[in-house]
C-alpha cells in the first residue's frame, strides 16, 4: 500500500497562500485517484479536493472552488494543493489521502491510505 507523507502547513493571515505537497512511496503512485481532505476542530473529516489518475479530471469541494488547485506530478510521487485567499474557516489539519477509485471521490470511509496530516492555521 502507499505510504504518504504531508509537508508545507503553517501559519498565515487571512487572503493569504500556502502549498501543501504530499509525497508517496512506492511505485504504484499513478493508479491511485489523489484527494486532500481536512479535518478542524469537533469537526468531522471533510473533502476538499481531488484529481484523477492521469490528471485529466479534478474535483472540489464548494467551499474552496476558485481558491485552491489540486495538482500531481507522477514522475515525482507527489500531489500539490495550491490554497489562495485563505480564509479563518480554512483552519484545519489537512490529511493527502489514496483512493482506489472515482467512486465515492468525497466519501473518507473508502480511503486506502492516509497521510499524518499537516496543520494550517489561517489568522483573522
Known amino acids: 500500500q502507499v505510504q504518504l507523507v504531508e509537508s508545507g502547513g503553517g501559519l498565515v493571515q487571512a487572503g493569504g497562500s500556502l502549498r501543501l505537497s504530499c509525497t508517496a512511496s512506492g511505485r504504484t503512485f499513478s493508479t491511485y485517484v489523489m484527494s486532500w481532505f481536512r479535518q478542524a476542530p469537533g469537526k468531522e473529516r471533510e473533502f476538499v479536493a481531488a484529481i484523477s489518475r492521469s490528471s485529466s479530471n479534478t474535483y472540489y469541494a464548494d467551499s474552496v472552488k476558485g481558491r485552491f488547485t489540486i495538482s500531481r506530478d507522477n514522475a515525482k510521487n507527489t500531489v500539490t494543493l495550491q490554497m489562495n485567499s485563505l480564509l479563518p474557516e480554512d483552519t484545519a489539519v489537512y490529511y493527502c489521502?489514496?483512493?482506489?477509485?472515482?467512486?465515492?471521490?468525497?466519501?473518507?470511509?473508502?480511503?486506502?491510505?492516509w497521510g499524518q496530516g499537516t496543520q494550517v492555521t489561517v489568522s483573522s
Open positions: 489521502a489514496a483512493k482506489t477509485s472515482l467512486t465515492g471521490i468525497s466519501i473518507a470511509t473508502l480511503v486506502v491510505s
